[in-house]
């Protein structure tokens, strides 16, 4: 009898936990098992190993399940629980989200200095959305050429942009062309731009090397992919289901200490894949850099006049 009304506990005890596990909808805004996917996707096994019982990451995929730049809307509006998602790709519900790739900051200094508190506020209010966290801070930018200029003047080039690079191309003289990633490829091959912008890893992931043939340099910014919950989603999970889905975070921002080799790995594979440094100088690039920095700042303090000044402070640039 006591032995049957413990099996009979146990099985209650077990029904409880399954019914307490939530399953999150998950997608990504680039391309599945690419660089800007691959950890959010080991962010998901983890979820899934650590989380047992309590939440569920169901991967529904990348650009062919959703258009990137719909993702963002997509989790402000619950069509997707979680999402990893550039904020470059959200900038029409978000202006200060074009304001990330200015923060160079680890998470951890985010965290510590309350910038990570005033994203959140930020995604709270404009997308509906809790800013679980950031990857790739130590990750910056290039723009990629097939044309050479002689100085540091775009005019007559024709250059794929996302709101990244817009300023700073356009900055430049050159003609700024917004695509999504996926279309990027076509788009040399064809001739329809003369180059694009892109972080200094990942052009091999969907073969643009083979239509490539100068690195600008120096690098600039800082790459931000940043991990979405739904707020009312966030809002209705239990303080364990909270702590796995913080701790996986966690974890994954210390991932980022993988991207000083894999940088280094990248650039001497698109030197082997023939790929041309364009260097104008020390001085040069100090005030390419310097004029980056300058037109970002200006441009997403033009849209979001009333928060970013504060985001500018905290970022220290
Ligand atoms: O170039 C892009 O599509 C872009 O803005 C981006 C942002 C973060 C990582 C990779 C690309």
């Known amino acids: 009898m006591k032995r049957a009304m413990l099996a009979a506990l146990f099985a209650l005890a077990a029904n409880a936990a399954a019914a307490q596990e939530v399953t999150l909808r998950a997608v990504t805004s680039?391309?599945?098992?690419?660089?800007?996917?691959?950890?959010?996707?080991?962010?998901?096994?983890?979820?899934?190993?650590?989380?047992?019982?309590?939440?569920?990451?169901?991967?529904?995929?990348?650009?062919?399940?959703?258009?990137?730049f719909e993702v963002g809307n997509a989790v402000r509006t619950k069509v997707v629980d979680i999402a990893n998602v550039?904020?470059?790709?959200?900038?029409?519900?978000?202006?200060?989200?074009?304001g990330l790739k200015l923060i160079g900051k680890s998470m951890a200094e985010q965290r510590a200095n309350?910038?990570?508190?005033?994203?959140?506020?930020?995604?709270?209010?404009?997308?509906?959305?809790?800013?679980l966290t950031r990857q790739f801070y130590n990750v910056p930018f290039h723009i990629y050429l097939n044309k050479k200029p002689e100085k540091f003047d775009f005019t007559g080039l024709k250059i794929r942009v996302t709101p990244v690079y817009k300023d700073i191309v356009?900055?430049?003289?050159?003609?700024?062309?917004?695509?999504?990633?996926?279309?990027?490829?076509?788009?040399?091959?064809?001739?329809?731009?003369?180059?694009?912008?892109?972080?200094?890893?990942?052009?091999?992931?969907?073969?643009?090397?083979?239509?490539?043939k100068f690195r600008v340099e120096p690098a600039f910014y800082s790459v931000e992919v940043n991990v979405l919950v739904n707020l009312d989603v966030w809002n209705s999970l239990t303080a364990a289901q909270k702590k796995v889905l913080n701790d996986a975070a966690l974890w994954l921002e210390g991932l980022d200490s993988e991207n000083v080799a894999l940088i280094k790995s990248e650039r001497d594979r698109q030197t082997g894949a023939g790929i041309q440094p364009i260097d104008f100088g020390p001085e040069e690039s100090k005030k390419f850099l310097e004029k980056a920095n300058e037109v970002g700042w200006q441009s997403v303090i033009k849209r979001a006049p009333e928060t970013a000044p504060k985001l500018r402070q905290l970022s220290g640039n």
Request: proline share 5%.
């Open 30 to 68: 680039f391309a599945e098992k690419t660089q800007f996917s691959k950890n959010f996707e080991r962010f998901i096994d983890r979820v899934n190993e650590t989380g047992k019982g309590q939440v569920k990451i169901n991967y529904i995929g990348g650009p062919r399940a959703m258009p990137p």
């Open 86 to 98: 550039t904020g470059a790709f959200y900038t029409n519900l978000m202006p200060e989200a074009d």
């Open 114 to 131: 309350g910038t990570w508190a005033y994203l959140n506020e930020l995604h709270n209010k404009k997308l509906n959305s809790y800013y």
């Open 170 to 212: 356009e900055a430049l003289g050159g003609t700024a062309i917004t695509t999504a990633p996926g279309e990027v490829y076509t788009a040399l091959e064809r001739g329809v731009v003369d180059g694009y912008g892109w972080p200094v890893t990942g052009i091999f992931d969907l073969g643009w090397e083979k239509v490539t």
